[in-house]
């Protein structure tokens, strides 16, 4: 199997050691074991797009193809991306906030970021020929991967561990793959796939196919620039799991500024990661580049990654544009999905809690300036979650189907409203 | 309150005796005690509204505002609308059709259609003044309701079924409403609705609010015909609660038509009921237009309504287009889920596979034609009614951190895929 060169993409490129290669499914360098990251070839792409073809693009994350390493005309399309930029009114004015914006991933196709990258990566790994896919997963991924599978007729091998919320657990196994629970960690998972991937000649999209897969992510920052009248914005506040989505989310700003479609690039890159699992956050508060992995504990599992492969990026971007990283507790990340949805009728999973939580927490610190422009990033829906927030059906009151038992148990507690 | 009369938008009509009323909320004739209607003026329409107009509007139902009973220029926006078109291949192939499409509307801000009224009705309640709205839902709707209050401002009363699915319960309140489980089925929770309605001045999205409320379903039709071409399909199946959906769906078409977007407005309406709650279908098998009331015995609880409203002019929708109404069984509509899943990576609620399971049943008995250009509606999430698929959690196989225990447990299972 082997990768067609285009002019348009450039090549593999070690991001330690410099050293380039063929567009092939590589995802270390076989000299220093950096890792390799898609480059392009800028010139040539300034000349041929224009803002003008993105707009008569289609409604998804296809609209920027010309940025991201696929060369068929005919692209695996659910419809993912191009997803709301929801101007926040509410929880703005809650927080003392100018001008904050909420990228709404929850409603892709399976309802969470990952359709962008495994877009990307099933769409690649077709060019490749492979016929079986698979991938390590806390669940978002693995949903993805299982339904874009099915769509393309893809083989797939879904492997997550085997305590996950069963929310995510069903919505993978819907689509009839392979679904494989590992007694351990989402860390065990990772471990054993690259074990695997050793063995048999399969696409796993975040380990051989990973440089074009976490391309995908990028998608996301070209869509909150274009939402934005083609303006980067001051800050954004991004949950970091391998640290991956927030690396990815950096480099699009920048490939916006390079093909010079923005401005500037000076967007301020914030992290966000529970406090249970929070090892670029204990870096970034210790001042180093070297992350201590650590054994996840809280309920946002979804970025649970105890050992953070982009952990190092994320830092070097966070750093270099003069962001945090922080993290939340559990019971903050609760109170933020609340918060969140209460506000802005946003229902996310426990990482956009951890946003939010954490979106707060700068705030508070002085560390997001009230008038600085915002985008918060919520990644992935609610309702593959609802353990974490059970306790809101406490709301529910019970009446019999009669106006006195209404008047008499809700409206009697709240005579103000019976107006 | 007063409504505002705009020249664009004309009346409210009764569609039993015509008899005209000013833009209130009203839902009822006076008269006759007939549904009232939104009526246009499409002359006017014709000459200011364009399709590149549409094009250029915003990536949400509202790029089609000129065709709803709205007057502000900032209506209330979560991302509602403009869905996925996808083009099925997989279901296509299986089921021995050469051009079938699904409109994905599982991707709005609560994951269902229900979220296109709700702008609609909610954006009419601020323009008429109100400050808490209320629903009778059986889910869905309650979910939207919330969601939009939450984001506009409003006080919100939600009534629900009390034995409904924990998901959809959950899932409106999350969003802090004043969330009311009524001990009763839909039907008896619309029947105080209405009760109740007539004590407050409050705004009840499907009652006083109905006949805005209900344009809302229109942009079904409108966002199909624009994204074939601005064509309108041969044929399409369409799930029917109180068949309101249903008669908007072809008010749509016939609305493109009548201000010259599409050259005909020819499209077979098909509608699809569950067994357990059929009043519909069983009219249509009797060929009469009288419904009888059921007591609903189904899972698929989102569309169980046993005395639905707009059931007679859902009727006549499918009668004067040649369409049909079919039922299928709670096995039925499971196995529907099922396929739309394993062949599209769709993952709808018990609705969609009701969907899936008439399109199936009409096209093997002959009634769909396999050269058709078909679209089926998918218009909710399967996560709010994981119940009704929980044996999918049966594929999940679950083994040790090692490559020996996979080879073992798993690929010795299925050795052809070692490969």
Redesign the interface.
Known sequence: MSGVRSSRIRSLKCRECGREYELEPLHVCDFCFGPLEVTYNYEEITRSLTKEKIRNGP??LWRYKELLPIETEDPLD??TG???L?RS??LAKELGLKELYLK?DT?????SFKDRVVSVALTKTREFGYT?VACASTGNLGNSV??????A?F?S?IFIP?DLE??K???S????????????SYD??N??CS??AN???WAFVNINIRPYYAEGSKTLAFETAEQLGWVAPDHVVIPVASGSLLTKIHKGFEELHQIRFIPDSKTRISGAQATGCAPVATAFANHTFTIRPVKPNTIAKSIAIGNPADGYYALKAVTETGGFVESVTDEELVEG??LL???????SETAGGVTIGVLKKLVESGKIASDEVIVAYITG????T?EA??N??E?????????AD?NDK?LRR?PS???
Chains 1, 2 share one sequence.
């Open positions: 409604k998804s659910l419809g191009f997803t709301p929801i009114t509410n709404n409603v892709n196709p399976t309802f079986t299982a339904a874009h599978a099915a769509k007729g083989e091998y085997a069963r929310g657990i069903l919505t196994a819907i689509y009839g793959p392979n679904l494989i629970g590992v007694e351990g065990d998972v471990r054993l074990e695997i063995e048999y000649d999905i609340k949805a209460r506000t802005e009728g946003i229902f829906i609610g309702l593959k609802v927030v059970e809101a059906l709301g529910l009151q019970v009446i019999k189907p009669s106006v209404f809700i709240n409203l019976g107006q």
